[in-house]
């Protein structure tokens, strides 16, 4: 019995990470943009749904999932890109509250041209052939070795987006715009094409966490918007411009996430009938994640990272 | 799909310039089009209006809208086909949770309603209505017929799961209703959840010899997906609203092999039913799932009862309703005292198809004649 509970409780550690990672592809856009631009982006779960379109499409077109997941990050750079042109550019200097809207508009727009092109109903996409199938784990459970690759994407691009910040110049240009916007235009660096290369990174994030997740979920319209949900939560968390932040809190989000709806229907039959604690555990599950953040801002209001000291 | 898109088109037109004739049908439509599980209300639409012009009335008009899965906005549309539009027949919603902002309103306005597809408790039995008529089923049915299958298949263990709401708590009680076993383990997952590898570990640390799950719509495809690289081998059993076409299509062959009970199967073998089939492969070019018959089967229900009354003379058309006069897909249908239906539910498998694609194949009967536990509260 305590064998069953080591490695139920390792293979979701497992379960726990490989979701703060996709999070994190997710968050970590989210989180330079605000705290570079000071954007609200409510339309970047769009881009999380057109990353996995474009895979679904591509990869059904040509049979490999290779070519298809490429197409999909440059496509959803290049929509994110498109829309920083046309859109997002005249939404900086507004009030958050018109950036909501706009960014609002911009999702039921997304939503609807992705049915208008595609149909109302789910895409077909899978892992590719020769990462389906699974590992066996220390102590003799099976994990599937898709979400080990996700994990290790995951792990590769925080380390990418960690040497591209504090190593390049243009992660220079990014750590100055996040302090002090104003004086890097008065140094003569091209905000403008600054702002849509960073609108355009971060939209390629979602795009490949959209296309890595499409492939164990379903492609569908809307798919974005509650994964999006959570990646606020993590960048509130983590504290809003934080790479660091984005990293830790997406990893906390998670573990405490997938901890919570494992071992909390568990934990309430202690005191309840089974069918009572299943209900009860799950709402509370639910919540967890929410409840962390109170208690995370009640004690740190600017997050665990704060980028603005 | 466009001609009938145009046909209801200059209906609404033609009504507009020509004042309607008095003896005309005016049916409302309120079903979901658009956003998550919008491929339920098409279905419905389209074999409803399938049946429609096969009929070849022109005195029949039907407005169409869609409730975007809203309860708010459903409720509107009802509030609006009643009072601006007059209309004799409300039909098309498919969530229960739609059914019951709309539905108690309207039959006690005196507008008859017709579901296609949800089937909330309440309205079978002490909510019941002389003016409510439910074609598809009452929600517990095809979850009760799983139980009784599975008892009868002789698994022992099996462990159930179902999402944290009103019909996935039903789902559950309906099951082990019929089951009458010991359950290993209930997991209540969230709505809209997208990953379940934290429950597919569940399920992998419980003993449990076989899963009875109720995933309806994009939960059932990442749930299934998710399932076939896990290493776990239970059979999958469920009812057919986590295996309809669409879903199982883009499933993939992680669905082949799963067992699921439904009251109708496009492959069932009755004359009604094979004439509709070949008919909506022909006007929409894919094949029809069970939400598609249940249109069929209400626009049919209708044209059934127009042929003997007028909805405006109610009573003479509630009992041209009541005796469900009509040649439907399912094979013999009644209704029950709650006029709900008495019907028999079906088993299928998943398959590999022709083209390679997963489809449903009947197996057999699962459950003859399930009436729903609730008709006994009904006094109408």
């Known amino acids: 019995m305590h064998d069953v509970t080591a490695t139920l409780f390792l293979e979701q550690l497992l379960n726990g990470l490989q979701l703060g990672t996709m999070l994190f592809l997710m968050a970590s856009g989210l989180t330079l943009v605000f705290g570079v631009m000071g954007l609200i982006n409510l339309a970047h779960g769009s881009f999380y749904m057109v990353g996995a379109y474009a895979t679904a499409s591509v990869t059904a077109a040509t049979g ?77 459970a099976r994990y599937p070795l898709y979400r080990l690759v996700i994990i290790a994407v995951g792990v590769l691009v925080a380390i990418g987006l960690y040497l591209l910040i504090s190593r390049t110049r243009l992660g220079m240009r990014i750590r100055a715009g996040e302090s002090d916007r104003e ?43 509650p994964v999006l949900i959570l990646a606020f939560v993590v960048i509130v968390i983590g504290g809003i411009g934080s790479i660091k932040g984005a990293l830790f809190g997406a990893i906390l989000v998670g573990v405490v996430d997938t901890m919570g709806r494992v071992f909390l229907p568990g934990f309430f039959r202690h005191f309840m009938s089974p069918a009572e604690a299943a209900g009860v555990g799950s709402a509370v599950a639910a919540m967890l994640v929410y409840i962390l953040m109170a208690l995370i801002l009640a004690f740190k209001p600017k997050g665990l990272f704060a980028a603005h000291g | 799909m466009k001609t009938i898109a145009s046909l209801g088109l200059g209906l609404l037109m033609t009504s507009a310039l020509t004042a309607a004739q008095a003896d005309d049908v005016k049916i409302g439509m309120i079903t979901t089009l658009s956003g998550g599980g919008s491929h339920l209300g098409v279905d419905v639409r389209d074999g409803f209006m399938l049946a429609i012009e096969q009929s070849g009335r022109d005195d029949i008009e039907v407005l169409i809208q869609d409730d975007a899965n809203r309860p708010d906005l459903a409720r509107s549309l009802s509030d609006e086909f009643m009072q601006r539009d007059n209309v004799d027949i409300l039909t098309g919603i498919i969530w229960s949770n739609l059914a019951m902002a709309v539905v108690p309103a309207a039959v006690r306005q005196g507008t008859f309603y017709i579901s296609p597809n949800a089937g909330p408790s309440a309205l079978a039995g002490r ?75 569940q399920i992998r640390a419980s003993d449990a010899d076989s899963l009875f799950f109720f995933l309806p719509g994009g939960m059932g495809i990442s749930f299934m997906k998710q399932y076939e690289n896990s290493g776990v081998e239970l059979p999958l059993f469920g009812a057919a609203f986590s295996f309809d076409e669409i879903i199982i299509q883009a499933v993939g062959s992680a669905a082949i092999g799963t067992m699921n009970t439904s009251q109708w199967a496009y492959d069932l073998d009755n004359d009604a039913n094979r004439a509709f089939v070949d008919s909506f492969r022909e006007a929409y070019d894919r094949t029809p799932t069970l939400y598609a018959s249940q249109g069929f089967d209400s626009a049919n229900l209708i044209l059934s009862a127009l042929e003997k009354a007028h ?25 029950g005292d709650n006029h709900h239906p008495i019907q028999d539910v079906y088993v299928r498998e998943v398959v590999e198809g022709e083209n390679g694609q997963p489809t449903n194949r009947l197996v057999g009967l699962a459950i003859e004649d399930i009436q729903d536990v609730y008709a006994v509260d009904c006094q109408m």
Not at chain 1, 92 to 102: E, K
Not at chain 2, 147 to 165: D, Q, S, V
């Open chain 1, 183 to 225: 004086m890097i235009g008065a140094l003569g660096v091209n905000i403008a094409r600054l702002y849509t290369l960073i609108f355009a990174m971060g939209a390629a994030l979602a795009g490949l966490a959209g296309a890595m997740v499409g492939a164990l979920q379903s492609v569908q319209v809307g798919m974005g918007e």
């Open chain 2, 127 to 201: 909510q019941c209505h002389e003016n409510y008529f439910n074609v598809a089923w009452q929600n517990d049915n095809l979850h009760e017929a799983m139980g009784a299958y599975m008892k009868e298949e002789g698994f022992e263990r099996p462990i159930l799961m179902a999402p944290n709401y009103p019909a996935g708590t039903d789902a559950l009680a309906g099951f082990k209703h019929r089951y009458e076993g010991e359950v290993v383990d209930e997991i209540y997952t969230q709505m809209g959840q997208t990953d379940y590898a934290a429950e597919i570990a």
């Open chain 1, 64 to 140: 490999s999932f290779l070519v298809g997941l490429s197409a999909g990050i440059v496509a959803a750079a290049a929509v994110g890109a498109l829309v920083e042109l046309l859109v997002i550019r005249r939404l900086y200097h507004r009030p958050h509250l018109d950036q909501v809207l706009a960014t609002f508009a911009l999702i039921l727009i997304f939503s609807e041209g992705t049915r208008w092109l595609f149909g109302s109903s789910p895409l077909w996409l899978s892992p590719p052939e020769m990462l389906t199938g699974f590992v066996t784990l220390p102590g003799g």
């Open chain 2, 311 to 335: 909805p405006s003379d109610q009573d003479a058309f509630r009992e041209a309703l009541r005796e469900a006069d009509f040649a439907s897909v399912r094979g013999k249908f009644r209704f």
